[in-house]
């Protein structure tokens, strides 16, 4: 542990954490983004088309159960990408992500009370508007609390990307256990925590934002 300030007292040290922390940044919550578009979309069709949901959920279920580094490795040779390009980490989290919120976003589409909708049809909302108007707030705590999981598998998950040569904070755990140095995988594991809480933070302030009668005890 006293190896730690010796081993953050020194600039270019400090520059290369803060560049792992953006790579870490970068490679876990681009495919949040992303995820969380292709899982509402996906989530309309289970909802929307009873066959499809069968397909997709069970689909999502094989999807999740690969191994990531086995998935990290396939990519490249499935797409045609380097082996050390950072897009194979960001399309298999993605496809993890996804995976994780379908079967919610389904689900929480389906619990949306039907006098609701046939309250708004009647009022003359259209499908698409009564969907982004009226089905996809009420699903919001729902699919926030399956973000929440995505975004800590995610920052957990890109540690793993360092073993095939990727960035992020992994690459303090490869290279403390390489040289035997156990500062920067004390120091590592410390900025995924804080990164993990920090998003974890600004996902709640967000549900609570998009969801005010949540807050306020009401119901829909």
Same mark, same amino acid.
């Given at each position: 542990? &006293? ?10 040290? $400090?520059?290369?954490? *803060? ?5 870490? %940044?970068?490679? !876990?919550?681009?495919?949040? +983004?992303?995820?969380?578009? *292709? ?5 309309? *069709? ?8 069968? @397909? ?27 082996? #050390? ?17 379908? $079967? ?7 619990? @949306?009370? !039907?006098?609701?909708?046939? !309250? ?29 999981? &995505? ?7 890109? !540690?793993? &990307?360092? #073993? ?7 690459? #303090? ?14 120091? &590592? ?9 920090? +998003?974890?933070?600004?996902? %709640? ?16």
């Amino acid at each position: 542990m &006293g190896d730690i300030p010796k081993y953050l007292s020194d600039a270019g040290t $400090r520059a290369a954490l *803060l560049e792992k922390l953006l790579d870490h %940044v970068y490679l !876990s919550l681009v495919p949040l +983004v992303v995820s969380i578009v *292709l899982a509402i979309v996906l989530g309309l *069709l289970c909802h929307r088309f009873r066959p499809v949901n069968a @397909v997709l959920v069970s689909l999502s279920n094989v999807v999740y159960t690969i191994p990531s580094l086995a998935l990290f490795a396939l990519i490249p040779a499935m797409i045609g990408t380097r082996v #050390l390009d950072p897009v194979n980490v960001i399309i298999a989290l993605t496809l993890y992500t996804t995976a994780l919120l379908v $079967r919610p976003v389904a689900e929480a589409l389906a619990a @949306v009370p !039907s006098h609701i909708t046939a !309250s708004a049809t009647a009022m003359g909302f259209r499908p698409w508007r009564r969907f982004l108007a009226v089905e996809l707030p009420l699903a919001v705590p729902v699919l926030a609390a399956g973000v929440r999981v &995505g975004s800590v598998s995610n920052i957990s998950l890109v !540690s793993v &990307g360092a #073993l095939i040569g990727t960035g992020g904070l992994g690459t #303090l755990f490869t290279d403390g256990f390489q040289q035997r140095y156990l500062a920067p995988i004390i120091v &590592g594991i410390v900025l995924t925590l804080v990164l993990a809480l920090v +998003v974890d933070l600004v996902l %709640v302030l967000l549900r609570n934002r998009l969801t005010p009668w949540v807050r306020a005890g009401g119901k829909p």
